[in-house]
């Protein structure tokens, strides 16, 4: 009996008017724990920034080799970026990239961890309420890190593009050897795994954008991985390109929803 | 003898514990991912259920936490239910074990059992409904992290569950609820 009713409730839910009696249900609910989310995430930070840590202690190591060398690099570039951002604003306006073109964005913080160990989902502290929802990106300084997934009031679920259900056109190479593709999320800790490539392959390094062009999902030009490795099969039949996310998706805390919805 | 009911006292006890784990999953063990999984208590409880209350009662309590722990979750809606009824009803199997049914060591162990094996199937089910990223690499670590947090968790869990069920033992006015058979025989 308990199992026919548990079958009878999923049936439901893939039910149109009941499915979004479910919804709203489930956005009070959200709304409901924000404010303890909020209150014990805020006291809560430092022990799992601890327990990540301490888990990764190596790669935090690393890590900050790495960023002590990219400051070195970057203090160096400093002049003539001044001069190179200069001409690159002038080519951007021109162009008229929606990312660059002012799209207003609303700045949140990450109140929860994935609630589910199955799928890659953030919670963020805005809403319907601040004017976030559903199908908008959502990126922090480096890149883009996921598309609100469901919105209640006063909270949002960020669904991470490493989630195995995102799927995202990118763009990659310069002006004049430029391919797209298709990046897809492989689930926690894993690359983005670069697909249906159209072009020249791209080379280890390199950073993949979205083209913009997948339905007008996102804006194009938001940098989102760097290439990691192309590998082509002894056959030369099937390559496999991998790119990590340029954003550390395990410790987010601050992010930007994009006012931005797919264009028709 | 036949166990007693599910009756009101037991439904409003079980009521504050679900919602009680509510708030501790949502604000306190989601927060602490270690490899990209964290610890799960909504699934020790059901299969606390079923270890303390027996494979029938423990299914319909079962049921209710997984309808509870649904809402916050962004699988179907009904999945955790399903997933909860089953494996509070396999661990309930332990009751018809030889021995000391009610021994608070051997409702732990089925408690750790059950979290692993209900972590197991409420991923298969996932995949079973379509939904991406639920049977892959990730899934062994995500049953080891439940599975460790369960042997913190599994005695409170055992001592909430054996609360709920005292609430059905001590009625004295025995507005019962019919549990769905053996209790009323």
């Known amino acids: 009996m308990l199992v026919l009713a548990s079958i009878t409730v999923l049936t439901l839910d893939y039910h149109g008017e009941v499915s979004h009696g479910i919804t709203h249900i489930r956005n009070g609910v959200r709304d409901a724990l924000s404010p303890v989310q909020r209150g014990i995430s805020a006291a809560l930070h430092p022990v799992g920034d601890v327990f990540a840590g301490a888990f990764h202690y190596g790669a935090v190591q690393s890590e900050n080799r790495r960023l002590e060398q990219q400051l070195g690099k970057l203090q160096a570039a400093q002049a003539e970026g001044a001069f190179a951002s200069r001409q690159a604003g002038a080519v951007l306006a021109l162009a008229h990239l929606p990312f660059v073109a002012n799209i207003t964005s609303t700045p949140a913080e990450v109140i929860s961890a994935p609630t589910s160990n199955f799928q890659y989902l953030l919670e963020i502290d805005r809403g319907t309420g601040a004017g976030v929802g559903p199908r908008m990106p959502v990126v922090s300084g480096r890149g883009l890190i996921g598309t609100v997934a469901v919105s209640s009031a006063s909270t949002s679920t960020v669904r991470l593009i490493t989630d195995k259900s995102s799927s995202i056109g990118v763009t990659f190479g310069t002006a004049t050897r430029a391919g797209n593709a298709i990046a897809d999320g492989q689930g926690f800790a894993e690359p983005l795994s670069v697909q249906e490539i159209s072009g020249p392959l791209p080379v280890v390094g390199e950073t993949v954008f979205t083209s913009g062009t997948d339905g007008g999902a996102y804006p194009a030009g938001i940098p989102i991985a760097r290439v990691t490795s192309v590998k082509t099969s002894a056959g030369g039949l099937t390559t496999t390109v991998n790119a990590r996310p340029l ?15 797919p264009q028709p | 003898m036949a166990p007693p009911a599910v009756n009101l006292r037991s439904w409003s006890r079980l009521g504050a514990v679900a919602l009680l784990a509510l708030v501790v999953q949502v604000a306190v063990l989601d ?79 089925t408690c750790i059992a059950g979290a692993a094996g209900g972590t197991l199937c409420f991923a298969v089910l996932g995949d079973l409904l379509g939904q991406p990223g639920m049977l892959d690499r990730q899934g062994a670590v995500v049953v080891l992290v439940v599975t460790v947090g369960a042997l913190v968790l599994a005695f409170p869990s055992v001592a909430a569950l054996r609360w709920v069920v005292r609430g ?18």
Do not use: C, K
């Not at chain 2, 208590?41 to 309808?67: E, W």
């Open chain 1, 247 to 261: 954003v550390n998706l395990d410790t987010i805390q601050y992010v930007s929803v994009l006012e931005w919805l």
């Open chain 2, 168 to 185: 059905a033992d001590r009625s004295v006015t025995g507005h019962a609820i019919p549990s769905g058979g053996s209790a009323t025989r």
């Open chain 2, 31 to 109: 927060q602490l991912v270690v490899h990209g999984a964290h610890p799960e208590v909504l699934v020790l409880l059901a299969a606390a259920a079923g270890a303390v209350a027996g494979s029938q009662r423990g299914a319909m309590i079962g049921f209710v936490i997984g309808l509870v722990a649904d809402l916050v979750l962004p699988t179907p809606y009904g999945l955790s239910a399903l997933t909860y009824v089953l494996v509070a009803f396999a661990a309930g199997g332990v009751r018809s074990l030889p021995g000391d049914r009610d021994g608070r060591s051997l409702q732990v162990a």
